[in-house]
Each structure stands twice: as structure tokens, then as C-alpha cells.
């Protein structure tokens, strides 16, 4: 699977951009700044419905305008598909596949896999619990629909659960038969996702130390560990249990939306002791294990997103990283650099097609006769 051509019009710092891709690789060149990952956030909304980096979508229209349009050509499966995506100020967004409109965004999650790493991705270590929850239920989700069914609708309980507890304390009253409603869906629903997230984690951790021990050349040992209040008791009798609490702080304290995934380096959380390189790692190694892991759940291998991902990384692990580019493992790829030497290193290494876009001040422009390999030129 991947993407053909993309046209994108008023999409942030973008004016209008018409992209001719390569199947494999593709550079995007430019200062900070300029617009390059505003691009690789364009092909992300394609396959998300949504932006990587900002919430807020009216936010996402290029200053000074009224709408943004992103249009995107994709192969897959040997048949060609179109995405289109389309929002006017204060207006809800159009989103169409093959110029048919979702009746939930929910079902485009998962058709056009897509795997992104980003120096935004820090917050994976130095964040709060609900980024690292975000991070397993996305991958999840992209491969599962029922569970990012059973997501929705629990926190969908949870939502009224807790204004039910906030209405308690505002009235001064209480009525348990009508917060057991919210109880025995949120038990059923966070029993089941608590087993989905436990399920994969298992099988994500040896693919993650793989990619994490690669890169690093074995110097370090990682490991992740899945901390959740189920791991110790159902989650029936917490909510029992905990409901004076919740009575007094007007909100649910027990549930999967408390799990964590501790990220370790030996012993120890890497957000304590880790270097910025060692971070960097870590983060490359666990959407590596996405990929991979996504690759080999719905047998599509997903678009790959590298943004600006040499940076804080000493010699011997940017090395490493191309090698991993190079090979065939992956399909098509996007790399941001401000750093012309470090794409110039992969391409001697990658014997496939490959192009090269220069970006500055929201303009992008195709670098000519570069779809050779340079390896047939040395």
C-alpha cells in the first residue's frame, strides 16, 4: 500500500501543494520551520482523520483563509483508492472514501495504516499516563475496530458516570441504583479492554527490545511494564470499593483509564535516567515495533512518517537507523531533515525508487532526475 499523488491546499503553513510520490522513499528537505512536517501531518490526517499535533481543527486552516482540502491518491491492494478530506471554518468536516462519505470516522481507522515518529513523541516518556494509554489504544485500534468500539463506549460511561457523581455532590443527593447502570457497562467494557491491552503487550515487548537492541547494539536492556489496578482485582469490587472516594472527589478513581506502561532502561524508568539519545531510541524502537507489529496483524505494510529522526542521535545509531530504512522490510517512507548530509548517507545504502522534495516557506518543489538509484551512479 501507498500513496500516489497528494494534494494539499491551505493545510497549515501550506498555500497549495500537488506531489507526485514515490512508491518507496521520499525526502523532505527545508530549515526549520518551513512546512515540512505540516506535509507528513497532511498524509497523517488522511489516514486518521485527524492531525497529529493539534486538536483543534479549525487551527489547521492556513492563517488568513476559510478552509483547508487534503487529497489523497493511494494503491492498495492493487486497487486504487482516493481520500478526501475537506473543513470549512466552524463547519464539520467532509471526509470521503472514493467520493463516499463515512457514516463514523470511526471506520476509516485501520484501512490506510500508518505509523509516525515525531519529536513530539517525547511525551511518550516525559508525559502523563494518558499519553502512553493513547499510544497502546492507537495501536490497538488500528488493527481492532471492536476495541476501538469498546474504547468509545467506555469512556462514553465514564463521561456520564462521573457527571452523575458531580450531580450527586451538587444536589446533595444520591441514588445508587442509577450509578450501577454506569458501573456494570464500565466492568464489562474495561474487563475486556483490560485483557486486549495485557494480549498485545505481550506479544509487542521482544519485537520492541528487538528494534531497541539493534539500534543501541546491544549495550542496553529495556523492557516494558503494564501497570493496572485489574492486575490485582476485578474491577467490580473497586468500584465498590472506591465509591466513597469518588462521592467526595466527584469523579471515577478506578479503571483502565488509570493503566500506565512503566517504560524501563535496565532497572530503572528511562523518563529518570535516560539520555536524550537513549530517549530517541527508545521512541524509534517502539513505532518501529508498531510497524512491525501492524504489518503482521492485517498483513498491509503501514505508510512510515520520519520526522526530523536523526536528531539528538551520536553516529553509530543514525548508522543503525539507515540500515533499518534500507531495508525491504518497509514500504513507503517519509523523511524530514533540515540536514541534506544525513538523507545523502541513506541514499547510497537504499537500492529502490526514491524522491527528494526542497521545502521553504510553505513551497515545495520536486528536485529534478532524482528518481535514480544513486547507487547505479557511484
Known amino acids: 500500500m501507498h500513496i500516489r499523488k497528494l494534494s494539499v491546499i491551505n493545510y497549515k503553513n501550506i498555500a497549495q501543494a500537488e506531489l507526485t510520490l514515490s512508491p518507496k522513499l521520499n ?13 507528513l501531518d497532511a498524509i497523517y490526517f488522511l489516514s486518521f482523520c485527524k492531525s497529529y499535533f493539534n486538536t483543534v481543527e479549525d487551527q489547521n486552516i492556513r492563517h488568513g483563509q476559510e478552509f483547508f482540502v487534503l487529497d489523497g491518491q493511494y494503491l492498495r491492494n492493487n486497487e486504487e483508492e482516493r481520500i478526501y478530506c475537506g473543513l470549512k471554518r466552524n463547519q464539520k468536516k467532509q471526509f470521503r472514501r472514493n467520493k463516499k462519505a463515512y457514516k463514523k470516522l470511526s471506520e476509516h481507522i485501520g484501512m490506510f495504516p500508518l505509523v509516525m515518529i515525531s519529536p513530539a513523541d ?3 516518556i516525559m508525559g502523563g499516563s494518558e499519553d502512553r494509554r493513547k499510544f497502546i489504544d ?3 485500534s488500528q488493527f481492532n475496530r471492536q476495541y476501538l468500539e469498546w474504547l468509545l463506549r467506555y469512556n462514553r460511561a465514564l463521561l456520564q458516570r462521573n457527571n452523575l457523581l458531580k450531580h450527586f455532590a451538587g ?14 457497562q464500565l466492568v464489562q467494557l474495561g474487563e475486556r479492554i483490560y485483557q486486549k491491552r495485557k494480549e498485545f503487550l505481550e506479544k509487542f515487548m521482544p519485537i520492541f527490545q528487538k528494534y531497541y537492541e539493534f539500534i543501541s547494539l546491544g549495550y542496553e536492556k529495556v523492557q516494558l511494564e503494564y501497570q493496572s489496578q485489574l492486575n490485582s482485582q476485578p474491577l ?8 466513597p472516594k469518588d462521592r467526595i472527589i466527584q469523579r471515577t478513581s478506578a479503571g483502565i483509564h488509570k493503566d500506565d506502561l512503566v517504560l524501563k532502561i535496565g532497572d530503572y524508568p528511562i523518563k529518570k535516567i535516560g539520555s536524550q539519545g537513549q530517549k530517541k531510541t527508545y521512541l524509534v524502537a517502539l513505532k518501529l515495533a508498531q510497524f512491525d507489529f501492524m504489518k503482521e496483524v492485517n498483513g498491509l505494510r503501514p505508510i512510515l512518517l520520519l ?13 543503525q537507523i539507515i540500515k533499518l530504512v534500507a531495508d525491504q522490510n518497509f514500504g513507503q517512507i517519509f523523511i524530514s531533515d533540515t540536514n ?6 541513506i541514499f547510497p545504502e537504499v537500492e529502490t525508487d526514491y524522491k527528494i522534495f526542497k521545502i521553504a516557506d510553505g513551497k515545495v518543489e520536486a528536485e529534478l532526475n532524482n528518481n535514480i538509484n544513486i547507487s547505479e551512479l557511484l
Open 27 to 39: 525526502c523532505f528537505i527545508g530549515n526549520n520551520g518551513v512546512g515540512k512536517t505540516n506535509l
Open 307 to 319: 520526522d526530523d529522526i536523526f536528531d539528538k542521535l551520536d553516529g553509530i545509531r543514525v548508522k
Open 122 to 124: 517525547v511525551d511518550l
Open 340 to 345: 541534506r548530509e544525513n538523507l545523502d548517507l
Open 138 to 140: 492507537g495501536v490497538i
Open 236 to 243: 467490580g469490587e473497586m468500584l465498590k470499593e472506591a465509591l
Open 171 to 184: 444536589t446533595q443527593t444520591f441514588d445508587y441504583d442509577s450509578l450501577v447502570i454506569w458501573d456494570e
